[in-house]
């Protein structure tokens, strides 16, 4: 992950936790308990290459905390993950998860590891051979993973027969985000985008402005990228511009996503995509649109391009997309900025319900679940958005307070052990 502005992710985590405890007022004790990650396990994975050579990857499981219930959080893969990364991302999870209410903690994976130079074989096995080193840990009631960057349901499935094969019997509620043939959910592949183009609808009736009149930009065009993108042009935006790692495509008069995605599977980028202006990735954040998502890596939106962006509403789809240095920018120009832990808490809020699902196996509706989302985000954006107005805070600033006030509550209700 880049670390923009010289700080690592976990230092600005903690500046955020710092910050939003002395806002609250709340003891200083909260501040040293929800710093440090409850767990934090390391793992050193050997693998078998295709070639022969054996070679050796690192990879982490972080528990943030289990104030709230058991920890919950994504497995990336990614050549530059780090621990610091890792539990910064932890952390972040923990106060999603409490954004949205749902009954969980926050937690997060990490194995650095290039899954675009593997084969199916060797991401096969470097995730038995991750889930087998993390297993003492992992569990319904413990800590449940789910995809994140870089990996998908077919990686959640393989997390899900290791675990199994080791019980001697089928945990399906041990990751969420898995196929639906495997006990996932209606919901949950599109479930982070969706929640995104809530929240935006949402800001956009606070504005007053209609879907129809806005263009948008995504960079990033995996899963979250690639819904959000098609889930707002459904909606009835036109989407000017998309990147992925490799490039940018541009098209005033609107792209047609679909397309876009299908030159992504033959070409490995949509920056091929011939019907528009090829831009550089990082250009992208800067065309003229009014909705901008960032759906790639964190820290991408700092100090450099900040007041370049012209897009009235940011919702951010990655997590942590933003630097402090950039969040004030964007607050002078008067950018709505829908904060990573309400913006993209969609895809964790739709892993509640596969996770509740399948503990009682019995499964809804895509209608369902959709509309269940719907209420969950309709609710923590309102409840985020009227702390801001009370508090004459910024909407992520409200976000934090809204999430830091449930998990202390939760730590004080359970007291001290021993
Ligand atoms: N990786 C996703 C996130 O960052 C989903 C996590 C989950 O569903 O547990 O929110």
């Not at 038995?128 to 959640?156: F, H, K």
């Not at 719907?374 to 809204?402: P, Q, S």
Request: with cysteine; proline share 5%.
């Amino acid at each position: 992950m880049s670390s923009a502005e010289g700080s690592e992710p976990y230092a600005l985590a903690c500046r955020q936790l710092r910050e939003t405890i002395d806002r609250l007022g709340l003891d200083g004790d909260f501040y040293n308990r929800l710093r440090a990650p409850v767990r934090a396990l390391e793992v050193a994975l050997p693998i078998r290459m295709d070639s022969g050579e054996v070679k050796t990857f690192r990879g982490w499981r972080v528990q943030h905390c289990l104030a709230r219930g058991p920890a919950k959080g994504g497995l990336r893969y990614h050549p530059e993950v780090t621990l610091d990364e890792v539990k910064a991302l932890s952390m972040w999870m923990t106060w999603k998860t409490a954004v949205v209410n749902v009954p969980f903690g926050g937690a997060k994976g990490g194995v650095a590891c290039d899954p675009k130079e593997m084969s199916r074989d060797e991401l096969e096995r470097l995730t038995r051979r991750y889930t087998s080193a993390v297993l003492p840990i992992l569990g319904p009631e413990t800590d449940i993973p789910a995809p994140d960057v870089n990996t998908n349901e077919q990686v959640m499935a393989w997390i899900m027969d290791t675990y199994s094969a080791n019980k001697g019997y089928t945990v399906p509620s041990v990751v969420t985000g898995k196929p639906i043939q495997l006990g996932g959910s209606r919901g949950r592949r599109e479930a982070t985008a969706r929640g995104c183009l809530f929240a935006v609808l949402e800001t956009l009736g606070i504005l007053g402005i209609s879907i129809d009149s806005c263009t948008v930009a995504v960079v990033g065009f995996g899963n979250v990228g690639y819904w959000a993108a098609r889930l707002l042009g459904e909606a009835g935006a036109k989407i000017v511009a998309v990147a992925d790692s490799k490039g940018g495509i541009y098209n005033p008069a609107g792209l047609d996503v679909e397309a876009v995605a299908r030159t992504k599977r033959e070409t490995s980028t949509v920056a091929e995509y011939p019907d528009g202006e090829r831009l550089p990735s990082d250009a992208v954040y800067e065309v003229d649109c009014d909705i901008l998502v960032p759906a790639a890596l964190g820290g991408q939106i700092n100090s450099r391009n900040a007041s370049r962006i012209k897009a009235r509403i940011i919702a951010e789809g990655a997590n942590g997309p933003t630097t402090r240095e950039a969040d004030e920018i964007l607050g002078d120009a008067g950018t709505f900025v829908i904060p990573d832990i309400l913006a993209n808490a969609g895809g964790v809020t739709v892993s509640y319900f596969e996770w509740v699902q399948g503990l009682q196996a019995y499964f809804w509706s895509e209608q369902e679940v959709n509309a269940k989302l719907k209420t969950h985000m309709g609710a923590a954006f309102h409840e985020v958005y009227a702390l801001a107005e009370r508090e004459k805070v910024d909407i992520r600033t409200a976000a934090y307070m809204l999430a830091v006030t449930r998990v202390a509550e939760a730590l004080e209700l359970r007291g001290l052990f021993p």
